[in-house]
């Protein structure tokens, strides 16, 4: 079923017949014709007007045209009428600065008499009553500021002591081994067991550049695995008689390591 729509048309052309050709203003489309009847009198080529339109399979109709609205004319607006008299300018005209000019409200500046002195030159006698009275060095007498004292510093806290170890039980597990151990057990206790894999990779290293025979890895590497519990707890050992000594004033990162390690090396040298 063809519905209608409103759009805006232009009139194209006017034939001799009577009827008007149309499209949809500012595109080609829809475009057609419509007789003179439809269209409002007094039309003319290019008007653009509001029409409603049919469009179906066989083409678009105009069903009718609306005229354009006339303009609207303001009215009520207030007439400016030029005047009749002479313009006469307004000036003005200001007086010099500094220049007392012909204002006598102040009246006449009174003559310095021989006895008068500049009024740079007064003494404190000559002051007027209503000068500020000031005190013996010149100043002005006004209450002084009232200062308090410092309150007391607070005691600073007093600085934690960290642990320096002994090594008492280090020395004694020492002097118990071998001359030959004694070596891999220092190595031991600076780096653990891979400090004595590295040194042994090293010294393999010269020996071969030497023209020598490689060292045994095994066993040393073995004898540092048997001797690090005993080395760990004997620097365990010294670090918790360290500790003791300073328990009051023990730096807390210190106590807590030696807390947290107490247990698997006791276990360990038990």
Do not use: C, Y
Not at 52 to 80: C, F, H, Q, Y
């Amino acid at each position: 079923m063809p519905m209608s729509r409103r759009i805006e048309i232009e009139l194209t052309s006017k034939r001799p017949d009577g009827t008007w050709t149309w499209r949809a203003a500012g595109a080609r489309e829809p475009r057609g014709e419509v007789v003179d009847s439809v269209v409002p009198a007094g039309a003319n080529v290019n008007d653009i007007m509001r029409a409603d339109v049919e469009t179906d399979l066989d083409g678009s109709r105009v069903l009718s045209i609306t005229p354009p609205k006339a303009k609207n004319v303001r009215t009520g607006l207030l007439e400016i009428l030029p005047s009749t008299r002479a313009f006469e300018p307004v000036t003005q005209q200001l007086a010099k600065k500094g220049s007392r000019g012909g204002d006598d409200r102040k009246g006449p500046r009174r003559e310095r008499k021989d006895g008068d002195k500049p009024r740079g030159e007064r003494k404190d006698g000559d002051r007027s009553r209503g000068d500020r009275k000031e005190g013996a060095d010149g100043r002005p007498d006004r209450p002084r500021r009232q200062f308090f004292d410092a309150p007391p510093e607070l005691p600073q806290r007093p600085k934690a002591k960290r642990i320096r170890p002994l090594r008492v039980n280090v020395d004694a597990v020492l002097a118990e081994l071998p001359e030959a151990h004694r070596t891999i057990a220092e190595t031991v206790l600076n780096g653990g067991v891979p400090a004595v894999r590295a040194a042994i990779e090293e010294q393999n290293r010269l020996a071969v550049a030497a023209g020598k025979e490689k060292v045994p890895a095994e066993g040393l590497l073995q004898i540092a695995e048997q001797l690090l519990p005993r080395l760990r707890v004997a620097e365990w050992r010294d670090k918790a008689i360290s500790a003791e000594s300073i328990i009051h004033d023990i730096d807390l990162r210190d106590l807590r390591s030696i807390v947290v390690t107490a247990d698997q090396l006791v276990a360990i040298d038990e």
